[in-house]
């Protein structure tokens, strides 16, 4: 078990210059060799803890009006996936309304046992191949769902490149998916202790490190020495770039810092921050063991932040030391 710290490996090889060729998304789907992940209402399709990827001979010859199709991407050849290198995976967002039957929220002709699972939901067990698949797949919806319309005259909007441009059939403006920068941070003291947040959104027990949007016009450390200041009254005297992590819920790109403090006492703002708690080493240990707190699942960013910070695998309630 090591800790895993953001790194620039892909799943996928988005294929950004053949993706915006004509008639490219086209020509991959005319291929049956491609497969599908489907999205309704920012749930992807699931069976067993794992993504599906159907086949495209499954899915009935039309899907329900208002499906955005998307061009994932190529399945890298070194990456170690369930799927064949070169595969090409193609994302079908459903409409919001789909005319899903309403019990089960899931199209006939789906497999048997699969269903529609938020990302939150399926996160702490997904594997990390799938987990990246779903958040590349749940980014672009979401765009596509929020951003029908054209930002300078109010039109419609019309799929292009693949699905990664809209574009207004009235002024011919181009439009991308966008992402709103985040920080999130691990607070050190100069004694080597963390800093952990409870926050009134959470269980009592639950600790994390403290995030927070950049502001328009505002440097990512900035908004980090303000997050902070504002969430639970400390000073950074100084940050180190960690890593990121793509967070499109609803569109979120989280940009990781370690950030050092002398300041000791910390002040909750008692609006997001409930409590505010210095951890040694064994102290978040020994609690995370015996259950007394719990901190984010092993995909987080946060959880990479907390354990850069202890320098190597939190071990989790149940797990053997
Ligand atoms: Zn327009």
């Not at 790194?7 to 090889?13: G, K």
């Not at 292009?160 to 181009?174: I, L, N």
């Not at 040694?280 to 960013?301: F, K, M, P, Y």
Request: proline share 7%; aromatic share 8%.
């Amino acid at each position: 078990m090591t800790t895993s710290k953001p790194s620039a490996e892909t799943v996928l090889d988005r294929a950004c210059e053949q993706r915006t060729e004509p008639g490219y998304l086209e020509a991959v789907q005319r291929d049956p060799s491609h497969r599908v992940v489907l999205l309704h209402q920012g749930k992807a399709l699931m069976n067993g803890g794992a993504l599906s990827y159907l086949d495209p001979a499954d899915l009935p010859a039309v899907l329900p009006a208002g499906t955005v199709t998307v061009f994932l991407g190529k399945v890298n050849d070194d990456h170690d996936h369930k799927l064949p290198a070169t595969t090409s995976l193609v994302l079908q967002v459903l409409p919001y309304d789909a005319g899903l039957p309403e019990q089960a929220h899931v199209p006939a002709w789906v497999p048997a046992g699969a269903g529609f699972v938020t990302y939150r939901e399926a996160a702490a067990h997904l594997h990390p191949a799938d987990a990246e698949v779903f958040i590349q797949a749940a980014a672009v919806a979401n765009w596509h769902t929020t951003h029908p319309c054209c930002p300078r005259c109010g039109n419609l909007t019309e799929v292009a490149s693949a699905g990664w441009m809209r574009r207004c059939p009235v002024d011919a403006s181009e439009h991308f998916p966008r992402t709103d920068p985040a920080i999130i941070v691990a607070i050190v003291g100069a004694d080597q202790r963390i800093l952990l947040a409870n926050n009134f959104a959470w269980d009592l027990h639950r600790y994390s490190t403290v995030a927070g949007f950049a502001e328009a016009g505002e440097s990512a450390e900035q908004a980090a020495v303000r997050e902070i200041a504002e969430e639970v009254g400390v000073h950074l005297h100084s940050l180190e770039y960690s890593g990121s992590q793509a967070w499109p819920f609803p569109r979120s790109l989280m940009l990781g810092f370690i950030g050092y403090t002398d300041d000791v006492v910390p002040t909750p703002d008692n609006v997001e921050v409930r409590e505010a708690r210095w951890f040694s080493r064994d102290e978040l240990q020994t609690a995370v063991l015996n259950g007394d707190v719990a901190i984010s699942h092993r995909q987080s960013i946060a959880r990479s932040l907390i354990e850069q910070w202890y320098g190597g695998p939190i071990l989790d309630v149940g797990e053997q030391q």
